[in-house]
């Protein structure tokens, strides 16, 4: 059965840093693309960055790139969000998810499953 947990989040103000992880059980992390995404309130989910996890390619939303790093450890079968340089804009709950193949983008609707999500929060 593949779970993914994610961690991490929590309450930091605008200009400071978070890594968030999701830690995988049931699949090997080594194949495959793994994603995370945001969701605030009142808002539809959106991708923010997506690994190919066996390939090493990544993809960043546009509000991602320069600030945030998406990157693995195999031997924990986790993935980790470094978030730098937070804007108070980046509040929401964050998730991590799983698609067996290969990355196809940061669409919500490619990815097979989903984790329960962290809360991150910025004030200004």
């Known amino acids: 059965q593949v779970q993914l947990v994610e961690s991490g989040g929590g309450s930091v103000q605008a200009g400071g840093s978070l890594r968030l992880s999701c830690a995988v059980s049931?699949?090997?992390?080594?194949?495959?693309?793994i994603g995370w995404f945001r969701q605030a309130p009142g808002k539809e989910r959106e991708g923010v960055a997506a690994?190919?996890?066996?390939?090493?390619?990544?993809l960043y939303a546009d509000s991602a790139k320069g600030r945030f790093t998406i990157s693995q450890d195999n031997a924990q079968n986790t993935v980790y969000l470094q978030m730098n340089t937070l804007k108070p804009e980046d509040t929401a709950v964050y998730y991590c998810?799983?698609?067996?193949?290969?990355?196809?983008?940061?669409?919500?609707?490619?990815?097979?499953?989903w984790g329960q999500g962290t809360q991150v929060t910025v004030s200004s």
């Open positions: 998810a799983l698609d067996w193949g290969y990355c196809r983008g940061l669409g919500p609707s490619t990815y097979n499953y």
């Open positions: 049931g699949y090997p992390i080594s194949s495959g693309c």
């Open positions: 690994s190919n996890t066996g390939g090493g390619s990544t």
